[in-house]
């Protein structure tokens, strides 16, 4: 049983919050087995785009990967309203993989703030969910976080001078975990040092007025998946587009 009040304040007051054993370990697998290949033919076309041996990939909305263990968990949303109200949009998925001989990524954070120039905080308006497909380990990049404040004062000169001053975690996860953390937690990826890839899927969360522009392209998912989906699931997706039968790309109908 899980203290919703509790996990959420967790990320209000430290940015981030570990769910464990979230997603079924067959699952995982099954996930993993359909990765790999689709990443290693990334590798073998495209230079790596964030860092030295650090690729970030678009994931297609189909199975086995459009799972709603993943997308619309039960605990997670409702983690999610208690953050973020009722209206939620999920506007990216996608995945981060470092591969032996990556590199310390720059501290950064993961969206833009809405009022940079104000001293205060505002309250968390966006949300990262990340899940490993295998263990992270001291040697394979483990995400940096630097937590407690940082996703609460606005965006200094120099990330990288300020946080070398400031304590910072690299939580150790088992795959099939679920990291939920505010985008503005500054944070880094970090070296792999180990024998194989460390993939990483991602979706970002919302409030309904927030654009997570950090990425244009858009979630694309099959107008037959979304016409299955609860009405709260189509408003929850509805800046994504929709891949029709004949390959062709729709906007998702206007959803009040």
Known sequence: MHNIQALADDIRMNGYVILENMIPAETV???LAAFDPMVERKRASQDSNRGANRFQMDMPFTAPFADPVLYAN????????????????????ASDTPFPGSDFQPVHLDCR?????????????????????????VDNGPLELWP???????????????????????PLMN???????????WHRGTPNNGSRSRPNL????????????????????P????????????????????QNEDGTISDVPYHQ
């Open 29 to 31: 697998s099954a996930w």
């Open 74 to 93: 039960p605990v997670v949303l409702s983690i999610l309203e208690n953050l973020l109200g009722k209206d939620i949009i999920c506007t990216y998925f």
């Open 113 to 137: 703030l809405p009022f940079p120039e104000s001293p205060n905080g505002m309250p968390v308006y966006s949300i990262v969910l990340n899940t490993p497909l295998v263990d992270f380990t």
């Open 148 to 170: 407690g404040a940082t996703h609460l004062i606005p965006q200094p000169h120099s990330l990288e001078e300020m946080a070398r001053k400031m304590p910072s975690v690299k």
């Open 175 to 185: 795959a099939g975990d679920i990291l939920l953390r505010d985008p503005r937690v």
């Open 202 to 221: 991602a979706l970002v969360y919302s409030r309904g007025w927030f654009r997570f522009e950090n990425h244009p392209t858009r979630i694309k998912i």
């Open 223 to 242: 107008r037959a998946e979304y016409e299955n989906f609860s009405e709260p699931l189509k408003a929850m997706f509805r800046y994504c587009a929709l």
